[in-house]
């Protein structure tokens, strides 16, 4: 668990670098030649990947048997930037709702 947890922070470390070098290199070139920013979630995808691909990174490791699947997912993971790994780790571990435990209680 605590190794899944550890790669888990790594890959949202990449995540992050990830999402800086795209808005520190592609944003630009995409503003000066009137680009649609919409192309840099591809840009964004393809580099996370490449760097978790070069990194080794293996998150779904545990998960599925095939090694470039999870390479595959994982790249989609850090391409998906900071926000799509800061989602996929508050749905994995949901806090729970304390009005949720009052409106069981009450029901019995």
């Known amino acids: 668990m605590a190794e899944g947890l550890s790669m888990l922070a ?15 290199f592609v944003a630009p070139l995409f ?3 009137k680009v649609d920013t919409l192309w840099m979630r591809y840009i964004a995808g393809v580099t996370g990947f490449v760097i978790s691909f070069f990194a080794g990174m293996n ?7 095939n090694a470039q699947l999870g390479t595959i997912l994982t790249g989609i993971v850090v391409g998906g930037g900071s926000n799509l790994v800061h989602e996929l780790f508050s749905s994995a571990v949901r806090k729970p709702d ?8 009450a029901s019995l």
């Open 10 to 24: 790594v890959a949202l470390f990449m995540a992050v670098v990830n999402e800086r070098l795209v808005e520190w």
């Open 31 to 33: 503003k000066k030649y």
């Open 59 to 65: 998150l779904f490791g545990g998960f599925i048997g």
């Open 98 to 105: 304390p009005l949720e435990a009052l409106d069981y209680e």
